[in-house]
Nanobody, 125 residues
Framework: VQLVESGGGLVQPGGSLRLSCAASGFTLDVYEIGWFRQAPGKEREGVGCISSGNYKTYYADSVKGRFTISRDNAKSTVYLQIDSLKPEDTAVYYC???????????????????WGQGTQVTVSS
């Protein structure tokens, strides 16, 4: 089981990035995927998630309207589009998988059983 994030980098405020989460060693189709981030000196926080079936998405209030999660099961990849980047978006971004799903919120962090290594996003002028 492996999840590999990519697409991070240094970007100016107001810019955009698309992060990818490539899955291998398991069938992505039947798993829900969450995106998390951890800023320096802060706890890891969930930014959103996407279901396996109808591709339902949920987002943290802090990123709603700027972050978009999508998935391409044929490519075993989940994406995180980040627009209108702010310096406070600077963090290591992680994807993770879970079998849990709720119809009103993302699963809690401890419900995810496999994690990627993370990709660094730095927003600075």
């Amino acid at each position: 089981v492996q999840l590999v994030e990519s697409g991070g980098g240094l970007v100016q405020p107001g810019g955009s990035l698309r992060l990818s989460c490539a899955a291998s060693g398991f069938t992505l189709d039947v798993y829900e995927i969450g995106w998390f981030r951890q800023a320096p000196g802060k706890e890891r926080e969930g930014v959103g998630c996407i279901s396996s079936g109808n591709y339902k998405t949920y987002y943290a209030d802090s990123v709603k309207g700027r972050f978009t999660i999508s998935r391409d099961n044929a490519k075993s990849t989940v994406y995180l589009q980040i627009d209108s980047l702010k310096p406070e978006d600077t963090a290591v971004y992680y994807c993770a998988r879970t079998s849990a799903w709720y119809y009103y919120r993302c699963p809690k962090e401890d419900e995810f059983d496999a994690w990627g290594q993370g990709t660094q996003v730095t927003v600075s002028s």
